[in-house]
């Protein structure tokens, strides 16, 4: 896959602006890049905060011949290769929270967002929106405490472009792994590795029937299994809930 990046200086945000393009024709490996987005958000529609010059935020453009239904699993491959990318040329200790969250030491970093047009049978086009906090030099409010960034853990100001090129580079090679087996089979191994929930308590969230358990690792399908207090393990399909620690947002 061919990675063609295209870039403005201000966007609402990067996964409509890919979206647009998508629909325009736009081919497999389209990245959208922004120096700063107005409306930038998150999964569930949370509000994503998009100041200039520091960060990355992009989204990129994917047209995969898989069945509607395994498309979810792309968020992970995306968080998976962005762990692995940075971890790589940073030597930091990043790890995933499930589903769609990077963190290091349990401060959150990175957010992914992935949106899907198809039919019952057909996968028009996916869009994986990834925004990185690379060089923030401090958070205030309700982030404080809770957020961090890589130039706030490694102490150092970050190229950007080092990061980009890492996360793309394994998420080429991911990418191909995941089309081959349409599902994370060869990529669960290494996800629960650095899977900050495994093996703690978490509290599942929904609005039908919130529980709690002990987080198990995810399978071949992105799921989460959730070992209840009667042994029983639920499967927890990322799209119906909310996943936090049972007293932490880890």
């Not at 011949?65 to 962005?82: C, D, F, Q, Y």
């Not at 990529?187 to 599942?204: G, M, Q």
């Amino acid at each position: 896959m061919k990675i063609d990046i295209c870039f403005r200086k201000e966007v609402d945000s990067t996964n409509d602006w890919a979206k647009q393009m998508a629909g325009e024709g736009a081919p497999e490996g389209t990245l959208a890049l922004a120096d700063s987005q107005i409306l930038g958000r998150g999964r569930r529609g949370r509000s994503w905060k998009s100041p200039a010059g520091d960060n990355l935020y992009m989204s990129l453009i994917l047209r995969p011949e898989i069945p509607p239904e395994k498309a979810s699993g792309l968020t992970l491959v995306m968080g998976l290769s962005a762990a692995q990318g940075i971890t790589d040329v940073l030597e930091l200790p990043v790890k995933i929270k499930w589903p769609n969250d990077l963190v290091i030491e349990e401060k959150k970093f990175c957010g992914i967002l992935t949106e899907m047009n198809a039919d019952r049978q057909k996968i028009r086009f996916v869009v994986v929106g990834i925004g990185i906090n690379v060089n923030n030099s401090a958070f205030s409010g309700e982030l404080q405490g809770r957020a961090t960034s890589l130039k706030l853990e490694k102490g150092t100001v970050i190229d950007k472009d080092v990061i980009l090129e890492a996360v793309m580079a394994a998420f080429e090679k991911n990418y191909k792994i995941f089309l081959k087996t349409q599902d994370l089979s060869g990529l669960v191994e290494e996800y629960n590795r650095i899977l900050v929930n495994r093996s703690r308590p978490v509290r599942v969230l929904n609005p039908v029937n919130a529980f709690e358990g002990v987080a198990q690792g995810i399978n071949t399908s992105g799921e989460l299994l959730v070992e209840r207090a009667d042994g029983s393990v639920t499967a927890v399909y990322a799209g119906e809930v909310s996943v936090r620690g049972a007293s932490s947002y880890v």
